[in-house]
């Protein structure tokens, strides 16, 4: 290609951006003046960051972006969720390619991105395999949260194709206070299913075994495609899954409303930040940090969390996991009591057994299981989310207190080095 042809493609896709800004621009203005609603902050950017320090921290605007292009590219539009929905609702299916910004630390519903390839999966039913997850994943709510769930409270949303199967939960009355939180929340109820049970939720993809759960949809500033929205170029829109029930409870609560707008209802349940009037969050790190007493005492255990140079009661454990890693060492512990789990996240070194070498960017984490006496190796990588490294027995005499037979990890916070069974203890910084 010539230097003058070269640089005429780049004018034309300057110019075809700034055509789709007008656009947009002119629509939003003809918004302004026919929505009594509070549109006075409302406007498109061409960066994200810029859209987000736009937003700041008025919790009456969201921000959301949409697909103009191939190639992913994407501009960003600031504005209140109302305001956007007459805006949105009033586009043709071909322009509906949008996104929800889930900005960093801001509140949001508890979401998950289920998918996986039929033709590497053909004896799956992905229907089946939603609802065993919703089945496991609420019984882990239950134990660590104390949370109550059923089907119907959750939102099941499909985009699913012949080549593959895509769903979206969105449980619109959890609402944690970020989506690092809850995407630790995840990768603990991923870490505690036994192979059993985790063998479920995994699928192949070419050669390689995955979750079915995709765990990198919990970083910061991550975009979440929109209820009515299909991806630039692709005719799958995620709508209503068959399988969903949630809309039906809708329907039943609401039937006696004259003007019941269901696809609002769906939209405005199926956006993440929308989070209107709740101030009690689930923080995952204040649940790390509560006692845990025995059952008799307390409902049910909490996770419980201690940071770098702190010892876990499990004083032989932590001695086994540093010879392994050594030289690193453990940043911090995380200990299920209820599954009779203790989770060691990992520094100095980020060596993963997957790719049998260092990760540039993850760290790398081991799980213990308490009741089957062994240890493997996880990892924070993407990439390496299915993988669970080879099973490394822990010795008898490492689990002293098992050898007691009134001895119950699931009903006694009791443990070598913990002699009150408590489990608070506070971090350094």
Request: net charge neutral; hydrophobic share 30%; aromatic share 10%.
């Amino acid at each position: 290609m010539d230097v003058s042809t070269f640089y005429k493609k780049r004018k034309k896709e300057k110019e075809d951006i700034e055509s789709s800004s007008s656009k947009v621009q002119r629509q939003l203005a003809r918004i302004e003046y026919s929505i009594l609603a509070p549109s006075s902050k409302l406007k498109l950017f061409h960066k994200q960051e810029d859209a987000i320090k736009y937003r700041g921290s008025d919790n009456s605007l969201g921000v959301f972006s949409f697909e103009h292009s191939t190639g992913g590219k994407r501009m960003f539009l600031v504005s209140g969720e109302l305001v956007f929905w007459n805006h949105y609702i009033d586009l043709t299916n071909l322009q509906r390619r949008h996104y929800e910004v889930i900005a960093e630390q801001r509140p949001c519903k508890l979401y998950l991105d289920l998918e996986f390839k039929k033709r590497d999966n053909e004896k799956l039913d992905g229907n089946t395999m939603v609802n065993n997850l919703i089945q496991a994943l609420n019984t882990f709510l239950q134990k660590t949260l104390q949370v109550t769930g059923y089907k119907e409270d959750i939102l099941i949303l499909d985009s699913s194709s012949e080549k593959k199967f895509s769903n979206h939960l969105i449980y619109p009355g959890l609402v944690f206070r970020n989506n690092q939180e809850m995407g630790h929340l995840i990768r603990s109820f991923v870490d505690s299913l036994i192979p059993v049970e985790a063998k479920q939720f995994q699928v192949k993809k070419g050669d390689e075994i995955q979750w079915f759960i995709d765990l990198g949809v919990y970083t910061k500033n991550r975009n979440f495609r929109l209820y009515l929205s299909a991806k630039y170029g692709k005719s799958e829109i995620l709508t209503v899954s068959a399988n969903d029930i949630y809309t039906v409870k809708l329907l039943e609560e609401n039937h006696h409303q004259h003007k019941f707008d269901l696809e609002k209802e769906i939209f405005f349940s199926s956006l993440v930040t929308y989070t209107p009037g709740i101030t009690d969050f689930i923080s995952f790190k204040t649940e790390l940090t509560q006692s845990c007493r025995k059952k008799s005492e307390q409902p049910a255990a909490k996770l419980t969390n201690l940071r770098t140079g702190e010892k876990s009661p499990f004083l032989e454990i932590d001695d086994f996991v540093m010879k392994i890693i050594a030289p690193g060492f453990i940043r911090k512990w995380n200990y299920i009591q209820e599954e009779s789990i203790i989770i060691y996240d990992v520094g100095g070194t980020r060596y993963c057994g997957n790719v049998g070498r260092e990760h540039k960017s993850n760290n790398i984490r081991f799980v213990c299981s308490l009741k089957l006496g062994i240890l493997n190796q996880k990892c924070y990588d993407p990439d390496c989310a299915h993988y669970r490294g080879p099973d490394i027995p822990i010795a008898p005499e490492l689990l002293p207190w098992t050898q007691f037979t009134d001895w119950d990890p699931e009903s006694t916070g009791e443990g070598p080095g913990d002699p009150e069974g408590t489990r608070e203890k506070e971090d350094p910084q």
